[in-house]
Structures are given as C-alpha cells and as structure tokens.
C-alpha cells in the first residue's frame, strides 16, 4: 500500500546498504532527486542496476556508494563518456567496482522476466556478442519445441526500484506517460518501491484509459519532488535540461572538480532546490 | 542519382548524404544515435518522407523537428505515431522481425562489418572503457540488414577489432548461417570517403564509390586494413543543393534547440 512520505524518510526506511536497487527511466523521467537523496544518506555496497547508468550512475559511483553495477549502456547520452565509471573502472576510485554487462534487449528482458515472477528471461539474443564470453550470466536454453538455441538470463529482482512519474493521486496510484522505458516491470519486479512524482491530484480524470497507471498496492512509498528528475525531463511538466548534461562533461572530468560540485549541489541541499531547476525549462 | 550541384560540401556532409539516400520511402529503420540519426532524418526530410523511424526508446514512426541529442529526448515521443515501452520494443518490434534496417555507428570496425563500441584494450581491464552495446548486439542480428556509418580513420577501422560488441559477418563468408544468424547482416558502409559493400561471396567491405574530391589513396591510409576495392569504381554523386540545405538547416536547428537547454 503506497504511503506518501518524504524523500528523507522514504530512503531511510527502504534503501540499506548492501542493496540491489534499480534506478530506472529511459533518458526521460530519471530520478535524479532520489538518487542524490541516497547520496547524502551516505547508502554503502549497492548493486545499482540500471540498463543507461548516466549522470546519476557516475555521481553514485564517484561518490563510492556502488559495489556493483548492472548495465546495458554506461554513457552521458549524446555527449561521451562517463568519467566517473570509468575511472573506477580503469583507477579503482574511489573504490574498484564489479560489473555486469548486458544488451539493452537482455535487460529489458530480465525486467520483464521480474514482473512476471519468473526466474529467468528468454530471448534470441547475444549471437556472436562479445558479451557472452565476459559475463557468465549470459547461458542459453533450447527451445523444446522447435530445438532453437536462445539467450536466457536470471530475471532481475531489486530490492528496490526507485523511479520518477507524472503524478500520483492521494491512494498513492501512479500515472507515467510518455517514453515510459522499463518503469513498470522495474517497479513490478521489486520487493520494494519509491516514486517520486510532480504532483498529487485528486484524482486521474482526464486520463487516457491506457495511459501506464501502477496500482496503489504495487508501490512501497510516493514522495512528490517538483523537478525531481531534473535534467532530465518530464513529459509536460519540463523540457530536458540539454546543457547540463553537458555541463556535467566538464564536471565529471576531474576528481576534485567532482567533490565540489556535488558538496555544493547534492551534499548541501536538499530535494527542495529541483523546482528552481527546471523553472526555466517548464513549457 | 541527384544533379550535380556547385555547392561546396564537407566530407562530413557527404558521408550524411550519401548514407541518407540508401535509405527508401518504405523502409522501417531502427535509428542509431549520432551519424545514423542526422542521416535518417535527412532521408526522411528529402527523398524518404514517408520512412518509418524508430529509436530504441520505445518511439516508432518518429518525426524529429531538430536531431536528438539521447535516443529518449522528448522531441522523438512528440512527433510519434506511438510510444511503447522497452520491453516491447525489443521483444515484439526487434525481435519480432517487423524491422528491415538497422543504421549504426561505430567507434572500431572491421573488414567484415563486427563493430566495437565496449573496450579498447582487454575487457577486464581496460584502456578505455567505452559506453557498451546497448541496443546494438540485437539491433545486429535481428533487422533485416545493417547500414554502419562512421568517419574513416586507422583507430577506427582496424585489422581486428578489441571486443565484438555487434556481430557482423563474423570470420566473412557463412558465419552468421553458422551461427543461426537468419537475417543479412552488413550490408552498406558509408563512411566520409567512400561508399563501401560487402563481396558476395568473402563479406569483406569493398569499396564500390569514391566521394567526389578523395581518392583511392586516402581511402587507404585511413584505413587500417588492406582496403578492396570493386572491379568498377564510381565517384559518388555529389550532393544535390536540396540535400545539403537539408542537413545544414537541421544542423541549425538542432544546434539552437540544444545550445538553449530546450
């Protein structure tokens, strides 16, 4: 039953250190505000699992909260590369972090495979990728009707799935539109949950009755974060905040420069400064 | 193919172009970002207005007024005919064969069309860890063929790539039959040089088209293997006055629309 809370106590009662937690939302709807909250609270030894670990990935994993990392495609979409992942993964900083790398088809799979309660995803995948020889995840299953060899990978099961929607009304039912990505089997396939949303209404009126609605009684907490996914976007609510992105080129490519940044944005502030952000980009 | 223009051009500009026209009016294109992106919404704006884009967001039948700077910008969902979720897109529109081209990017590149977009260097311990295949290694194997676009250079087209990130024609001849592979796999590469196909026979890339003002020469030394050329060798026909102002007003566009943070 979703219960509307604060970011500070959603995090503190459902993120623990030594988590799995899903962060999810397909370049549109990324959570970045919940991310930072999970920063500040200082999360230890998570596997993050997220099929485009971007912004929010490198400043979790720079911060040094992250054991592992799940990944289909680990880049500032449109900009390069990610310099905190990489310097963890080519440096060791802050700490030296597992990976396990699939496909975007693999990941999408696995999600689904999650929300269907199922233990393992199937799909014609990997063929000749590279991929299989690196991550012994990747195994294969005959088909017992037909003899097709195809790809299967464990389902993913968060502990937590944490992502940004539209918004919810006062149950706690949540409404995401738009480039909806992987949130539904992400939220589906967890133990636990936590939306942050634009706003809360009385009520989804005027919604489209195949709009993607997650039921009150799929969702753990629902937090409203104006701006919340700031720079990334909300479908009409704000545009994406392209410069930032990169801006965070820059800021991504020295340590020190890192440290600042994110002492003065993330660490010293709190889930109330996202609204400003976004005011000049709201339509 | 398009008039003879006296318009000067960049090899950039013709590397769009000449990419933009294999493309046609009734193909279903899955959209990679960056090169195959600017070429598939030149096509789309000139020879092609009715070519189905889709980007790997879930957007199909996209009809972006500026480039997208991510594969997920707002803009793509805007202008779609519909908006599905991943899983979907994947499972039921990749998967499911409803896709004939898919156009990629490539940062390493061999002979035979195997792209590598994961490591340079060994995997476990990298000299650059690059972004990761993301939708590429499906998008290989399940579209019906695969265009690849990049510019041309020794770091970039090697003697053997680091990682098979996308399969492409393997070891060359048979390889994708042999490893259950059913659809075409590379079929074209355009790069700022030349217009590249692969031997019917070998897979090998061959060079079929030389753009105007490069020659064979270039070709070569920006390529790190020994390049094939086909028996006959064309010189790309130049791009058209309508062609260039498409891509250069869309460049515009785009630059504005990202430069404001909208």
């Known amino acids: ?283 | 193919m398009t008039a003879t223009s006296d318009l000067g051009f960049t090899p950039d500009e013709m590397m769009t172009i000449a990419a933009a026209r294999a493309l046609s009016n009734d193909d279903v294109c899955f959209v990679g970002i960056g090169a195959p992106s600017a070429a598939c919404n030149v096509a789309r704006l000139t020879h092609a207005p009715d070519i189905t884009l889709i980007y790997e967001s879930g957007t199909i039948g996209t009809a972006p007024e500026v480039l997208p700077l991510s594969i997920g910008d707002g803009e793509l969902c805007d202008t779609a005919l519909t908006t599905v979720s991943v899983p979907e897109m994947f499972r039921y529109w990749l998967q499911g064969g409803r896709i004939k081209t898919g156009f990629l990017g490539a940062a390493q590149l061999d002979r035979f069309g195997n792209i590598n977009t994961t490591v340079i260097g060994d995997y476990a311990h990298p000299k650059v860890r690059l972004p990761g295949g993301g939708g590429a290694p499906e998008i290989a194997t399940s579209c019906g063929r695969i265009f690849i676009t990049m510019k041309q250079s020794k770091r970039g087209m090697v003697e053997t790539i680091d990682f098979y990130t996308s399969f492409g024609h393997g070891e060359g001849g048979d390889h994708r039959q042999r490893l259950g592979i059913t659809t075409a796999g590379p079929a074209l590469l355009v790069t700022d040089l030349a217009v590249w196909k692969p031997d019917p026979v070998t897979k090998e890339f061959t060079v079929v088209s030389i753009h105007p003002g490069a020659t064979r020469e270039e070709v070569q030394e920006t390529c790190g293997w020994t390049v094939r050329f086909a028996d006959t060798v064309e010189e790309t026909p130049r791009p058209s006055a309508l062609e260039l102002t498409t891509l250069r007003d869309l460049k515009e566009r785009t630059r504005i629309a990202h430069q404001g943070g909208k």
């Not at chain 1, 919940?34 to 999360?43: F, S």
């Not at chain 1, 699992?49 to 990392?69: F, N, S, W």
């Not at chain 1, 919604?207 to 609605?213: D, E, G, S, T, Y």
């Not at chain 1, 905040?241 to 709190?270: C, H, P, Q």
């Open chain 1, 1 to 283: 039953m979703a219960q509307i809370t604060t970011l500070a106590s959603a995090v503190r009662d459902l993120v623990h250190d030594g988590d799995t937690v899903a962060f999810e939302g397909f370049t549109h709807l990324i959570p970045h505000a919940a991310a930072h909250e999970v920063i500040r609270q200082g999360k230890k030894d998570l596997t993050l699992i997220r099929m485009t670990p971007d912004v929010i990935y490198d400043q979790m994993i720079g911060m040094g909260l992250a054991k592992k990392a799940v990944f289909s495609y680990a880049g500032n979409p449109g900009v390069g590369l990610l310099k905190r992942m990489r310097d963890a993964l080519e440096n060791g900083w802050p700490r030296s972090i597992e990976t396990e790398e699939h496909s975007h088809a693999g990941m999408a799979n696995a999600y689904e495979a999650g929300a269907a309660g199922l233990p393992c995803a199937i799909f014609r995948g990997y063929r000749g990728a590279g991929l299989k020889a690196v991550n012994p995840n990747i195994r294969s299953v005959v088909c017992p009707f037909t003899g097709e060899e195809l790809a299967a990978i464990p389902a993913n099961r968060p502990d937590v799935t944490i992502i940004h929607a539209q918004k919810a009304n006062r149950k706690g039912d949540v409404l995401i539109e738009g480039i909806i990505g992987v949130q539904k089997e992400a939220v589906l396939a967890a133990k636990r949950s936590i939306v942050t949303v634009e706003e809360v209404v009385d009520h989804f009126d005027d919604a489209h009755p195949n709009l993607c609605i997650l039921p009150h009684w799929t969702v753990t907490a629902v937090v409203v974060v104006p701006g919340g996914a700031h720079p990334s976007y909300t479908h009409g609510y704000y545009a994406r905040d392209n410069a930032a992105y990169l801006a965070w080129n820059e800021i991504s490519g020295d340590r020190d420069t890192f440290l600042a940044w994110m002492k003065a944005n993330v660490l010293d502030v709190g889930p109330d400064v996202f609204a400003a952000r976004v005011e000049g980009l709201r339509k």
